[in-house]
């Protein structure tokens, strides 16, 4: 059975940072490309960063990069979402999905982590 289980949410001020973490088990961690994705109150999931199954290439949007960053080490399988900078804009639900790099339905979603940015 495939689990992601996402930890590190919580409430920072804005301009703080977080991490978040993604652990996951049941499957083979390094054949399958991570992505994070969030969803706010009354808005649509978005897509927020993407990382390959090597880990030798990473994606943004817009509205994140050059202040998010996505890692993953596989010998703990298990990634992460480094947060600087954080605005008002950024709070949501974030989760974090694997899918296989060659059989692309084959694709997983954790339960997802609170991230709250209040002063």
């Known amino acids: 059975q495939v689990q992601l289980v996402e930890l590190g949410g919580g409430l920072v001020q804005p301009g703080g940072s977080l991490r978040l973490s993604c652990a996951a088990s049941?499957?083979?961690?390094?054949?399958?490309?991570m992505s994070w994705y969030r969803q706010a109150p009354g808005k649509e999931r978005e897509w927020v960063a993407s990382?390959?199954?090597?880990?030798?290439?990473?994606n943004y949007a817009d509205s994140v990069k050059g202040r998010f960053t996505i890692s993953r080490d596989n010998a703990k399988n298990t990634v992460y979402l480094q947060m600087n900078s954080l605005k008002p804009e950024d709070p949501a639900v974030y989760y974090c999905t694997a899918r296989h790099a060659i059989i692309s339905s084959r694709q997983y979603w954790g339960q997802g982590t609170q991230v709250t940015v209040s002063s």
């Open positions: 990382i390959t199954n090597a880990g030798d290439d990473t």
């Open positions: 049941g499957l083979i961690f390094s054949s399958y490309g």
